[in-house]
């Protein structure tokens, strides 16, 4: 065996083990539906209150995005969960489980930040926080995803440092979250569709 084929070799064996820690239970056609569903919240705010200011505005931003969120959770996790129900076994079940560890911490503080920046009347550091909170929730899975997911994670760390500093009077706007939760989420899906076919090659 000469040198060039060992190196191909153990590249080969590289990339194996790499596919091994990802968690199969992602879905690219659930990441890509709650991308367009984002979308589709995005238009609903462009309808509605497309700039919010007073406080019914704010209130209907919030149910708008809180109820985008919830659907898209259901539709992410019940992936994984129909996952699950057609792999069974302890190693399944060891993945799914570092998977939800991995990414609930920053949903919980997601949340709890969107309370009492609400609370404190705080709106317009929402975005940034949810920019944020799902950055370090992709960078916590960060072995459990395609490595070009994590650049998309990347580019939700930069958008939410943008959204937090002072100069950002538009992170309200209505097309703000639909670049992130819309546009990125669909790339995501791509991403992990793209990775789930090169693994069957």
Same mark, same amino acid.
């Given at each position: 065996m000469n040198r060039q084929q060992a190196a191909?070799?153990?590249?080969e064996v590289r990339r194996r083990l790499a596919g091994v820690q990802r %968690? +199969?239970? %992602?879905?690219? /056609?659930?990441a890509v539906g709650s991308g367009f569903i984002g979308l589709c919240a995005g238009a609903v705010q462009g309808i509605v #209150?497309?700039?919010p200011h007073g406080e019914a505005a704010l209130h209907a931003y919030l149910t708008i995005w809180l109820s985008t969120l919830a659907v898209a959770l259901a539709l992410n996790y019940g992936a994984v969960a129909m996952w699950l129900a057609r792999n069974h076994g302890r190693h399944a079940l060891e993945q799914s489980? =570092? #998977? +939800?560890i991995a990414i609930l911490p920053s949903i919980l503080f997601g949340g709890a930040l969107t309370v009492a920046l609400v609370d404190a009347g705080m709106w317009r550091l929402l975005p940034g926080v949810w920019y944020g909170a799902y950055a370090v929730g992709l960078f916590a899975s960060r072995t459990l995803v395609p490595g070009s997911v994590v650049? /998309?994670?990347g580019a939700f760390g930069v958008g939410a440092i943008a959204l937090l500093l002072p100069f950002s009077a538009f992170s309200l706007a209505w097309w703000v979250m639909p670049v992130g939760f819309g546009f990125a989420q =669909? +790339? =995501?899906g791509v991403c992990l569709a793209r990775d789930r076919a090169e693994a069957w090659l």
């Amino acid at each position: 065996m000469n040198r060039q084929q060992a190196a191909a070799d153990l590249a080969e064996v590289r990339r194996r083990l790499a596919g091994v820690q990802r %968690f +199969a239970g %992602f879905s690219g /056609v659930a990441a890509v539906g709650s991308g367009f569903i984002g979308l589709c919240a995005g238009a609903v705010q462009g309808i509605v #209150a497309p700039h919010p200011h007073g406080e019914a505005a704010l209130h209907a931003y919030l149910t708008i995005w809180l109820s985008t969120l919830a659907v898209a959770l259901a539709l992410n996790y019940g992936a994984v969960a129909m996952w699950l129900a057609r792999n069974h076994g302890r190693h399944a079940l060891e993945q799914s489980r =570092i #998977a +939800a560890i991995a990414i609930l911490p920053s949903i919980l503080f997601g949340g709890a930040l969107t309370v009492a920046l609400v609370d404190a009347g705080m709106w317009r550091l929402l975005p940034g926080v949810w920019y944020g909170a799902y950055a370090v929730g992709l960078f916590a899975s960060r072995t459990l995803v395609p490595g070009s997911v994590v650049t /998309v994670a990347g580019a939700f760390g930069v958008g939410a440092i943008a959204l937090l500093l002072p100069f950002s009077a538009f992170s309200l706007a209505w097309w703000v979250m639909p670049v992130g939760f819309g546009f990125a989420q =669909i +790339a =995501i899906g791509v991403c992990l569709a793209r990775d789930r076919a090169e693994a069957w090659l």
